[in-house]
């Protein structure tokens, strides 16, 4: 299967203004690429690449006073099957755990796991550790938030999602990665795209979207809280300890986001772009840092 998956961000700057942005596929998904995944701008502005400490693939720029864009659009290859199951995969003993997933046991800024802790061992503690107990953190998650975009709130953090029960498709996540963290299971939080591929119309508006994976049985495992089932076509774009360390778009000054579109479409299936900015979608995962 080849998927054309992309977005288009459109901005005006009051100055110009320093960014760092997280668009462009994960690098573990580079080899599947058909063709250079480069960011595209308009104005034509430089843009450094580098990675960040989790392996990220990041663009710095400098976007200039005015109205500016910036978007990527690719074509990937996929194998078009859903996220894959192993309902087998044990839990590890914290002390045979790799080093590198010890960090994602710790609370982070969105994921306040030692303050969730004792709900997560009250709720869960009981079931047999593993693929079924995530599941079922999963099932929680899934049936006590009420999505919505109006719910959107970028301070939220997963005690905020528990107590509140509403929130948007990183709100799902904090709050399971959260309880899986106080349950002594590495998760960590995931951005990109999420296909409608194989699901039924009508199809919502394209966005980007937010899960999680979880280190069981010696590997990391995609899991969903959001939409809770194996879904065709996901691309990850970036990975870290919770939305702070992700943000797909990282502003140093005052902006506002004019327009904002995202797909991810099968190649033989594809229809024409839409020229203009759809109907109400969830904002991006951005950050805005002011300057003096």
């Given at each position: 299967?080849?998927?054309?998956?992309?977005?288009?961000?459109?901005?005006?700057?009051?100055?110009?203004?320093?960014?760092?942005?997280m668009l462009?596929?994960?690098?573990s998904?580079?080899?599947?690429?058909?063709?250079?995944?480069?960011?595209?701008?308009?104005?034509?502005?430089l843009?450094?690449?580098?990675?960040?400490?989790?392996?990220?693939l990041?663009?710095?720029?400098?976007?200039?006073?005015?109205n500016?864009?910036?978007?990527?659009?690719?074509?990937?290859?996929?194998?078009?099957?859903?996220?894959?199951?192993?309902?087998?995969a044990?839990?590890?003993?914290i002390?045979?755990?790799?080093?590198?997933?010890l960090?994602?046991?710790?609370?982070s800024?969105?994921?306040?796991?030692?303050l969730?802790?004792?709900?997560?061992?009250?709720?869960?503690?009981?079931?047999?550790?593993?693929?079924?107990?995530?599941?079922?953190v999963?099932?929680f998650?899934?049936?006590?938030?009420?999505?919505?975009?109006?719910?959107?709130?970028?301070?939220?953090?997963?005690?905020?999602a528990?107590?509140?029960?509403?929130?948007?498709?990183?709100?799902?996540a904090?709050?399971?990665?959260?309880?899986?963290r106080?349950l002594?299971?590495?998760?960590?939080?995931?951005?990109?795209?999420?296909s409608?591929?194989?699901?039924?119309?009508?199809?919502?508006?394209?966005d980007?979207?937010a899960?999680?994976?979880?280190?069981l049985?010696g590997?990391w495992?995609?899991?969903?809280?959001?939409n809770?089932?194996?879904?065709?076509?996901?691309?990850?774009?970036?990975?870290?300890?919770?939305?702070?360390?992700?943000?797909?778009?990282?502003t140093?000054?005052?902006?506002?986001?004019v327009?904002?579109?995202?797909?991810a479409?099968?190649?033989?299936?594809?229809?024409?772009?839409?020229?203009?900015?759809?109907?109400?979608?969830?904002?991006?995962?951005?950050?805005?840092?002011?300057?003096?």
């Amino acid at each position: 299967m080849r998927i054309r998956l992309g977005c288009e961000l459109s901005y005006a700057f009051p100055d110009p203004t320093p960014m760092i942005v997280m668009l462009n596929v994960h690098p573990s998904r580079v080899p599947a690429l058909e063709g250079d995944d480069a960011l595209r701008t308009e104005p034509p502005v430089l843009v450094e690449t580098y990675r960040d400490s989790f392996g990220n693939l990041c663009g710095r720029l400098v976007a200039p006073a005015g109205n500016f864009t910036i978007g990527t659009d690719v074509v990937i290859r996929d194998g078009g099957l859903p996220d894959p199951g192993e309902p087998e995969a044990e839990q590890h003993a914290i002390e045979a755990l790799p080093a590198e997933t010890l960090l994602y046991l710790l609370p982070s800024r969105y994921c306040e796991s030692d303050l969730l802790s004792n709900e997560a061992w009250r709720l869960f503690g009981h079931l047999t550790p593993g693929w079924s107990r995530v599941q079922a953190v999963c099932d929680f998650v899934h049936a006590h938030v009420t999505f919505g975009y109006a719910f959107s709130h970028r301070d939220r953090t997963a005690m905020d999602a528990y107590a509140g029960g509403r929130g948007v498709c990183r709100d799902f996540a904090h709050l399971a990665v959260a309880f899986c963290r106080a349950l002594n299971v590495p998760t960590r939080y995931c951005t990109g795209y999420v296909s409608f591929i194989g699901e039924p119309e009508p199809h919502a508006t394209g966005d980007f979207a937010a899960w999680m994976e979880v280190f069981l049985g010696g590997r990391w495992h995609v899991f969903d809280p959001r939409n809770n089932q194996p879904r065709i076509g996901r691309v990850m774009v970036a990975f870290g300890r919770d939305a702070a360390d992700v943000p797909l778009t990282h502003t140093f000054g005052p902006n506002a986001l004019v327009g904002f579109r995202v797909w991810a479409d099968e190649v033989a299936a594809l229809a024409a772009l839409p020229d203009a900015l759809p109907g109400a979608v969830e904002p991006p995962q951005t950050m805005t840092t002011r300057t003096a």
